[in-house]
């Protein structure tokens, strides 16, 4: 199964992703991620990016191509992949688009999760992190145990967070109608227990079989 989830900041994307990436037992390549390893490491690529994400804005094209890029010739690829927050611009997706023809790996489809702009500022500025094990919480919906040791994303403040969603609307909103042109944009409603998501994306996903 190789699939992209597409949808904005705070939509659940990651959560979604590492819950198939279990289920099919297949890498989950989070853009994201990946550059927020690279900023902790230091490494030059971490530096630059992070003067983009600490303000909300995307990464230049060329930068997190080549780390896909990179990504997707490893062999634990080749039975199917869930990119999760890329591509995020319409020439991410003819990159993505390059690289799987010249793999011979088609996507299967690329899925949206659909949540309104209120609940997405509301899911991200109350967000957080333990860092010691990487579980996500939500102080409202999802609060942490008394000993976690929480982080605040920086990308999650609220100014930032409305930059985020601006550049969503701007440049990746742009996706639906390129994948559902191509006949692969599979939509569901983002809203609701996380488990009730898993089980309306299963159910997608099944009819694809
Ligand atoms: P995420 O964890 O997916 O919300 O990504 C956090 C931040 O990383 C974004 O706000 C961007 O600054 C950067 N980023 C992640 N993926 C991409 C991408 N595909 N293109 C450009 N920037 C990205």
């Not at 099919?24 to 927020?36: A, E, F, K």
């Not at 390893?37 to 080549?66: C, H, I, R, Y």
């Not at 969603?165 to 990746?172: G, K, N, R």
């Amino acid at each position: 199964m190789r699939i992209v989830i597409l949808g904005p900041p705070a939509s659940g994307k990651g959560t979604q992703a590492a819950i198939l990436r279990e289920r099919h037992s297949i890498p989950q390549i989070s853009t994201g991620d990946m550059l927020r390893a690279a900023t902790a490491a230091g490494t030059e690529l971490g530096k630059q990016a992070a003067t983009f994400m600490s303000t909300g804005k995307l990464v230049p094209d060329e930068v997190v191509v080549g780390l896909v890029r990179e990504r997707l010739g490893g062999d634990d690829t080749k039975s199917g992949f869930i990119l999760d927050g890329f591509p995020r611009t319409d020439a991410q997706a003819d990159a993505l688009g390059a690289m799987l023809a010249e793999l011979e790996s088609p996507l299967d489809c690329a899925l949206q999760i659909d949540v309104d702009r209120d609940l997405l500022m509301e899911r991200a500025t109350l967000r957080r992190t333990d860092v010691r094990t990487g579980q996500i919480y939500h102080l409202k919906y999802n609060p942490p145990p008394p000993d976690a040791e929480l982080e605040h994303r920086a990308d999650d403040l609220e100014e930032t967070v409305k930059i985020r969603l601006d550049q969503y609307d701007e440049m990746t909103a742009a996706l639906l109608p390129y994948y559902k042109e191509k006949g692969l944009l599979r939509r569901v409603d983002g809203v609701g227990d996380p488990k009730e998501v898993t089980l309306r994306i299963v159910a997608v996903l099944e009819k694809e079989k």
